[in-house]
């Protein structure tokens, strides 16, 4: 029932805002949202500050958030910061230029022929299924969808099977990576490495840094024993090690507490190039943590439930993680670990999947941006 009336509410405020379609575009205007307005992150905060210094104040940028209050930093950069949920943003949102989402967009909002939306999407790699919509589901899906415009890519392969196959997208994409993930494959990112793990505290000690996904049954699953892999990594890498918790940006992150809790981070790039390890186990950070090295363990105790929940877009034995069915493989995969071959599985998925990653994504959606902006 909640989803039908959650259907029909956003076609009724679709129709009420509609007359507001007659007010004129403002060709320089753009509005950023992450994560449906929850946070300043991802690709689209990757793509705003390439923006702004790219723009030179060419341009208004504007942002949707939740808690406007928590960001009122950016008005010191001349970033407009609008309640998601206030009339100024629907304003906004209904006479700016280009809009860029990670997500599925506003349903309740009306889609303007003069407009241009890019979706960077939130992931990369093909891991997990997204969640399989159907019926009034479906429809809804739909209402959060765009029609002129782009979506980004990381690989062709997800072009070919997410934009394409699932999204039923047949304009153009944009195959030239993930913004959010231009650090990870920066000149400078060394430097970025150091500086995170000044800020983090992380600096004499080494990080294995846990970061599991969603589960839309919110389902539990055994804990590994975090002992056991201090130990164990402590043995195979030297050095003094600790496990840090990093939640799902839906999960409760109180849910597990080790050494330390980061999930307040709202961007996962930093914690990868600040961290030496890698746990996790279906979630899209295998494909962020490939493209900088990072030595990373699929700890899925759960995966014949999470199959029977989700299911895989590939077969788990090509992911470059080492997958771990239990507590005690994942002990042994630590200590069995092997630089030269983990190297070799990230070079091969990268080629099966067709590797569109640059480096360069921020500023070539930037120009792009600009490209909307001002020429007619």
């Known amino acids: 029932m909640k ?4 259907y029909f509410f956003a076609l009724f405020v679709r129709a009420l805002l509609t007359p507001l379609t007659l007010l004129p575009i403002k060709r320089n205007r753009v509005l950023f949202v992450s994560y449906r307005g929850t946070k300043y992150s991802c690709s689209p905060k990757a793509i705003s500050e390439a ?5 030179g104040g060419k341009l208004e940028i504007n942002w949707g958030l939740r808690h406007p209050e928590n960001y009122a930093y950016l008005a010191g950069r001349k970033i407009n910061v609008l309640n998601d949920r206030g009339f100024k943003f629907i304003y906004r949102a209904l006479t700016s230029r280009v809009v860029v989402t990670n997500i599925h967009y506003k349903p309740f909002l009306p889609r303007r022929r003069g407009q241009f939306f890019i979706n960077t999407w939130h992931g990369g790699g093909l891991y997990k299924r997204e969640g399989m919509q159907k019926g009034v589901q479906l429809k809804y899906l739909r209402l959060q969808g765009i029609r002129r415009g782009a979506y980004l890519s990381s690989s062709l392969e997800f072009t070919k099977q997410v934009i394409r196959n699932s999204f039923g997208w047949t304009g153009e994409v944009l195959e030239w990576g993930l913004p959010r993930n231009d650090v990870l494959l920066s000149d400078k990112r060394n430097e970025l490495r150091e500086s995170a793990r000044a800020r983090l505290g992380w600096t004499d000690k080494s990080i294995a840094l846990y970061a599991p996904t969603w589960r839309d049954d919110q389902s539990r699953f055994e804990p590994f024993d975090a002992a056991e892999v ?4 402590g043995r195979r890498f030297g050095g003094k090690w600790e496990v840090w918790y990093r939640g ?13 809790d980061v999930s307040g981070e709202e961007d996962m790039q930093p914690l990868l190039l600040a961290a030496d390890c890698l746990i996790t186990d279906y979630s899209s950070s ?7 090295g990072l030595k990373t363990f699929l700890y899925c105790p759960d995966i014949a439930h999470y199959i029977a929940i989700r299911n895989f877009r590939s077969d788990i034995s ?3 993680g080492v997958f771990c069915a239990d507590r005690q493989s994942l002990t042994e995969n630590i200590l069995s670990f092997d630089e030269a071959a983990y190297a070799d599985r990230i070079a091969r998925h990268h080629a099966a999947l067709g590797n569109c990653e640059t480096g360069r994504a921020s500023l070539l959606t930037a120009e792009r941006i600009l490209r909307e902006c001002t020429h007619a």
Not at 51 to 55: D, K, P, S, V
Not at 286 to 292: E, G, K, N, P, Q
């Open 3 to 6: 989803q039908y009336v959650r």
């Open 51 to 55: 923006l702004e210094t790219l723009a």
């Open 230 to 233: 201090r130990a164990a990594l």
């Open 248 to 260: 799902h940006y839906y999960s409760d992150s109180a849910a597990l507490c080790l050494d330390g």
């Open 286 to 292: 295998i494909w962020d943590a490939s493209l900088c």
């Open 318 to 320: 090509t992911w470059p």
